[in-house]
């Protein structure tokens, strides 16, 4: 088992940035996939960033690319999210989630899930 808590959403104005935290417990992180998912108001949850056990692959939706940074420390068993150029379409609630690594980039079927933590950008 796996247990994930976030951390670190809150308000933010447009254009700014947040960092994003994600704390693992019960088992050490250096076998799993590590995954950013969000839930917006009314709509699907949906793939935000993934990042490999070693941190040499990492994988963003379009939307987020060159905004967002996604890391690890696996001697911390963390995973960090970091977000600038925030735009109000950012606005979700984040979920950090795990999944075994069996060599390949995986944007679905997480096993384990944090609670999720808030993000609102105001325009």
């Known amino acids: 088992q796996v247990q994930l808590v976030e951390s670190g959403g809150g308000l933010v104005q447009a254009g700014g940035s947040l960092r994003l935290s994600c704390a693992a417990s019960?088992?050490?992180?250096?076998?799993?996939?590590m995954g950013w998912f969000r839930q917006a108001p009314g709509k699907e949850r949906e793939f935000v960033a993934t990042?490999?056990?070693?941190?040499?692959?990492?994988k963003y939706t379009d939307s987020v690319k060159g905004r967002f940074t996604i890391s690890r420390d696996n001697e911390k068993n963390a995973v960090n999210l970091e977000m600038i150029g925030l735009k109000p379409e950012d606005t979700a609630v984040y979920y950090c989630a795990a999944v075994l690594y069996f060599g390949t980039i995986n944007t679905e079927n997480y096993n384990y899930w944090g609670q999720g933590t808030q993000v609102t950008v105001s325009s």
């Open positions: 019960g088992r050490t992180l250096g076998l799993y996939m």
């Open positions: 990042i490999s056990p070693s941190g040499g692959k990492t």
